[in-house]
């Protein structure tokens, strides 16, 4: 089964007109079941006039928590001098301060490891934002861990 959805990955990720979404199942083996991560993708912008990178990006990631039932992780990625994310965690009811807490921390070390600037917000009981199917028949709609 394995085999089966690394060779249905690249039906997935056929190049999109501009501006529209891509979206790519990625595989994952979960204790004794194979499970699906759903990443979803979009690119805007290029080089200006000068030269400089005016590339943006969004991204979408769904799970589905066992304890916590759907996550969504939707990223803007800026590209440029000045690289930066900002990043929404959405979820059906709010985050405990501590989860927040240490998801803040995380993201804030990553930050300075990386050297890109940005932020986290948190929506509970959020407009979960649907993508739609990938296309290739997959039944599994994101992790459940």
Known sequence: ?????????????EDPKGGE??????????????????????????????GNDKTEGRFIVDL???????MQLDGLVRGGESKRLDLIVRSPAPLTPAMREDIRRIFRDAGEA???????????????????????????????V
């Open 114 to 144: 990386t050297g890109i600037k940005g932020g986290v917000t948190f929506q509970a009981a959020a407009n979960f934002i649907d993508i739609g199917r990938t296309g290739n028949g997959a039944e599994n709609e994101g992790l459940t």
């Open 1 to 13: 089964r394995l085999g089966d959805d690394f060779r249905a990955i690249p039906r997935t990720t």
């Open 21 to 50: 979404w891509r979206s790519v199942l990625i595989p994952l083996l979960g204790g004794e079941s194979l499970e699906h991560i759903r990443l979803h993708t979009r690119r805007h912008g290029g080089d200006d006039e000068a």
């Open 64 to 70: 589905s928590l066992s304890r916590m039932g759907r």
